[in-house]
């Protein structure tokens, strides 16, 4: 399982490194083809659905959690029931979505009446019936997925993933040079997606040779998993909130195309926060089983802290890198009207650092059956992030909504929350944060020297964008192995270098 876990998370990088590439790209070709406005209304449609996936209950967590659980300890007859059960429960959450998904769809005109044109109002209208039947697909098939994630088989969840990220603009682009349009995307994606629902369906038949069947309806395992599950449900629709709730805003109270340049940064947002998944993705089932066997906080909070240095690697670089030169890859990339993206990546990146940094402790917190504070402070702050949004969105458009949505994630997730798990979690915040501050002393001067070389020597082109990064990335990682990494990381180091360089020859 060990290996398992080491090769999926090696692959998740692979998948963020080929997802970056085709998103980048793919986002580029289709603000070109598609156009600003009707770009932004392919986001807004999506933004919409994607709070409909929140309808899980947080289940499919549960289920990871509750199958490794039931898994380490040899109760296969309680896992069967629950496999068979959530089967049941999944099919019917699917029907509600579907009929939710068709009292938006509609009704797209009353809410966005004001700010779409006739014609945007109709498009719409077909993107969302798309989406709607994708999302009840979805909720239908989910079981698997939670299945294969709770039986650690990451490198197989890993590499449908990446296969994913490739088919989407492979398919699609070619569609739109000639002449698809943001309802073509809506349908690809939808294809794309069912596709790899099925082939976890077939993986967990064929592989682990696991036929989910209804048993029954066991009162007692319905009831551990809905009190375990209904707090990290509150936790989505807090995350579904917090990411998705400014680009609805815009839509209402500033149009299309706030929403368009909101988008292009939240996706190089988002392209920096799915490193956080690299690490916490794969820890929940082993976390899990750790619970289970009742080992000591010791060593749990010695894999958190091995685990955060190392995403505290990889997120500072990708940060400081983006600061230093994403200016003009964003005027490159997205083009002079969807400049004030750049703005918009690096609040949203700035207040999500650190949370990125800590994701395992969620996992903990998940493991621990210590949710629920966390669940109820962050649906608060959800609220309080659509208050502040509102006004900011209103009078300063784009950059205006990410401060807002940075403010509060910075108050929930960092100060309040981080508290909170030193004194409730038994999770050591205190290591945690002298671990962090050393590692950021120690990582900067990079990012400065490469700063001051840019002041005296300013960027000219794209060219120049690939040489300050590489100057920088170069001295970064020199600082890293010189003046931070400990012996094991030293050690993780060499051996992936020399596989790679075993390759080579």
């Known amino acids: 399982m060990h290996k398992e876990r080491r090769a999926g998370a090696l692959l998740s990088y692979v998948y963020i490194i080929v997802n970056t590439l085709t998103v980048l790209i793919y986002q580029k070709v289709v603000l070109v083809v598609l156009g600003e406005s009707e770009y932004g209304l392919y986001q807004l449609a999506a933004s919409i659905i994607n709070y409909m996936s929140v309808m899980d209950l947080g289940f499919n967590s549960g289920i990871v959690n509750y199958t490794a659980k039931y898994n380490a300890c040899g109760k296969k007859s309680d896992m069967e029931k629950l496999h068979g059960m959530f089967k049941m429960i999944f099919y019917g959450i699917g029907a509600v979505a579907v009929i939710v998904g068709i009292v938006l769809t509609l009704n797209v005109e009353t809410f966005f009446g004001a700010s779409m044109t006739a014609v945007e109002i109709e498009k719409s209208r077909y993107i969302m019936a798309v989406l709607t039947v994708n999302m009840g697909l979805t909720f239908a098939l989910s079981i698997y997925n939670a ?24 398919i699609m682009l070619p569609l739109l040079l000639v002449g698809g349009d943001s309802i073509i995307m809506v349908v690809v994606l939808s294809g794309v997606n069912v596709f790899c629902l099925l082939m976890n369906l077939i993986y967990t038949r064929t592989k682990l040779r696991i036929k989910v069947r209804f048993l029954g309806f066991d009162k007692q395992i319905f009831k ?7 707090f990290i449900f509150l936790a989505e629709i807090v995350d579904k909130v917090n990411w998705s ?12 195309k706030n929403v368009a340049v909101y988008s292009v940064g939240a996706t190089y947002n988002q392209l920096v926060t799915a490193l956080s998944g690299c690490i916490s993705g794969v820890m929940l089932p082993g976390i899990a089983s750790m619970v289970a066997k009742k080992e000591s906080d010791e060593k ?7 685990s955060s240095r190392i995403q505290v690697y990889t997120i500072f670089l990708v940060f400081c ?7 003009e890859f964003v005027l490159w990339h997205a083009g002079k009207e969807c400049f004030g993206a750049f703005y918009v990546a690096l609040i949203l990146m700035g207040g999500a650092m650190i949370p990125i940094t800590q994701t395992v402790a969620i996992e903990i917190v998940k493991a621990k059956d210590k949710f629920k504070f966390r669940a109820i402070l962050l649906f608060f702050m959800a609220i309080a992030n659509v208050g502040i949004s509102i006004p900011l969105a209103m009078f300063f458009g784009s950059i205006g909504s990410a401060v807002g949505t940075a403010v509060t994630l910075l108050l929930a997730n960092v100060i309040i929350i981080n508290i909170y798990y030193q004194k409730k979690c038994g999770i050591d915040m205190i290591s945690y944060w002298k671990t962090f501050l050393s590692m950021i002393a120690r990582l900067a001067p990079s990012a400065v020297a490469v700063f001051v070389i840019k002041h005296f020597i300013p960027l000219s082109g794209l060219a120049d964008v690939f040489v300050y990064g590489a100057l920088f990335v170069v001295l970064y990682c020199i600082s890293a192995y010189f003046l931070v990494m400990n012996s094991f990381e030293k050690e993780l180091t060499h051996k992936y270098l020399k596989k790679v360089f075993r390759i080579k020859k």
């Not at 551990?224 to 209904?230: D, R, V």
């Not at 709730?245 to 299309?256: A, E, N, R």
């Not at 749990?300 to 091995?306: G, P, R, W």
């Open 224 to 230: 551990e998993i809905f009190s375990y599950s209904i």
């Open 245 to 256: 709730v400014d680009q609805i805003i815009l839509g209402i109270v500033s149009g299309t």
């Open 147 to 170: 299945i294969i994630i709770a039986h650690e088989k990451f490198v197989f969840v890993k590499l449908l993933t990446i296969l994913r990220s490739v088919l989407n603009p492979l």
């Open 321 to 327: 890198g983006f600061a230093l030169v994403g200016r």
């Open 300 to 306: 749990i909070n010695a894999l958190f802290i091995k």
